[in-house]
């Protein structure tokens, strides 16, 4: 494995890596406030509403304004609540949605502040592994958050989402196999040189697809925010948070949401590297700070389809959710590792041409692709034999010999009295 990318970190001055450290942390937040206000005004045009259009042109200081409102709420806590584990659950929700940006590469080395360095905190040799473990840590701000509440909604939402989270990162974990095997590396900064020619999401097709069913799931988002289903729960784990509390656990779900699309820029989209037309016709399209513009957008991207899935699809059944992951989902990412596998080894062996690896790649494309429509076979139910009456009750009438009657009942007949 190459390491002449990982040797560019490690180098820098401790104010450099603070000053970088600073810059996520408050583009996160502007992010955050920013993703409010065009969720709000994408799902508003999709409705045919105006949307937030008051504070500050266009409404962008709609989500400022809903910030301090939110701090200047009432704080509650239950009597009921553990006091301690329900003030640590949003912090421990919040603070690895931060932590996870630290390894993705938003550009190639550039002059900071007069030293050379790379447009990324830092790298590891298992960066992916890393984002991946510090982004279930979060699980147990949601589930924690839930069970110190003293609400049984509270805590059916936390054990749904925990559910939810450890199904779905399974078979997210699963799709990421593929892009290792073909990139030869867990290092964000490696995988994204490796698809400097081809992006993975057009040569890695059922790992594309997969991966992004799997981050709505991860995020708890539309159509699958099943913890938070309020004609179920109230509300889910967060139903008895209130002030700058509801807010952590709030900022956590969209900073994930930046995460996991972030993740999906770097890991299947070329991260940082600009698209094949401007590529080609601009040679400095990847030099200097260019590539940020490229990665956002590509970003937003994701983003924009997190809104647009709000804004079109009902929300799903939990039991249908949980088993389209186990018995659909997991299968076939195993079934597409050994094949990825498989022909990785025959092309490193000069067996296959690469015409031939992408008519191969194609042809099991199309065939997991049709495996997600066949519909589960299902036994017809059993009729349900007719409850007896018991004894002083009231009797229950008979149905119909030909089935259910449609329209209207039969009149009612009574009998006269001599």
């Known amino acids: 494995m190459a390491t002449e990318p990982l040797a560019s ?10 000053v970088k450290s600073l810059l996520i942390f408050v583009v996160l937040v502007v992010l955050t406030l920013f993703n409010i206000w065009f969720e709000r005004r994408v799902v508003a045009r999709m409705q045919h509403r105006v949307g937030p259009n008051v504070h500050g042109p266009f409404g962008l200081l709609q989500s400022l304004a809903d910030g301090v409102k939110l701090a200047l709420k009432e704080d509650i806590i239950p009597k009921a609540a553990d006091k301690v584990v329900f003030v640590l ?3 421990l929700a919040a603070i690895p949605a931060f932590v996870t940006f630290a390894v993705i590469p938003f550009g190639p080395e550039v002059n900071l502040f007069g030293e050379r360095t790379p447009l990324q905190l830092t790298d590891m040799p298992v960066a992916v592994l890393f984002v991946m473990a510090i982004a279930s840590i979060g699980i147990y701000g949601i589930v924690l958050g839930g069970w110190s509440s003293g609400s049984t909604y509270s805590l059916l939402g936390g054990l749904r ?3 939810q989270m450890i199904s779905y990162e399974v078979a997210m974990g699963l799709a990421l196999v593929a892009v290792f095997l073909y990139a030869g590396s867990m290092s964000t900064s490696e995988i994204v040189a490796a698809q400097d020619d081809v992006w993975f999401a057009f040569v890695l097709v059922p790992s594309f697809v ?4 799997a981050m709505v799931g991860e995020t708890n988002r539309a159509p699958f ?19 700058l509390k ?3 656990f709030f900022l956590a779900e969209y900073i994930n949401m930046a995460t996991v699309s972030a993740l999906a820029t770097t890991l299947f989209l070329g991260g940082w590297h600009a698209p094949w037309p401007i590529s080609q016709l601009w040679e400095g399209s990847n030099e200097g700070y260019w590539p940020l513009l490229w990665f956002f957008s590509k970003m937003y991207l994701f983003i924009f389809m997190f809104i647009w899935l709000r804004g079109s699809l009902p929300r799903l059944r939990y ?13 076939i990412s195993l079934v597409w590792i050994v094949a990825v596998a498989t022909i990785r080894a025959a092309t490193l062996d000069d067996g296959l041409t690469r015409n031939q690896l992408l008519s191969v790649v194609g042809v099991l494309a199309v065939i997991f692709l049709v495996l997600f429509l066949v519909p589960e076979k299902k036994a017809p139910p059993a009729p349900e034999p007719m409850p007896e009456a018991r004894p002083g009750g009231f009797p229950v009438p008979p149905m119909p ?6 329209g209207a009942a039969a009149p009612l007949t009574f009998r006269e009295e001599k």
């Not at 997969?210 to 069913?213: G, K, P, Q």
């Not at 010999?401 to 449609?406: D, F, K, P, S, T």
Request: glycine share 10%; hydrophobic share 50%; no cysteine.
């Open 225 to 243: 925010d099943l913890p938070e289903a309020e004609g179920e729960l109230v509300g889910g784990f967060h139903t008895e948070y209130s002030s």
């Open 401 to 406: 010999a030909n089935g259910a009657v449609r």
């Open 161 to 163: 989402s925990s559910a």
């Open 89 to 91: 659950a949003p912090i």
């Open 9 to 18: 970190f490690g180098n820098d001055p401790v104010w450099l890596i603070a």
């Open 246 to 248: 509801f807010a952590l």
């Open 210 to 213: 997969i991966y992004v069913i």
């Open 319 to 331: 039991d249908q959710f949980m088993a389209f992951g186990w018995k659909r989902l997991i299968p």
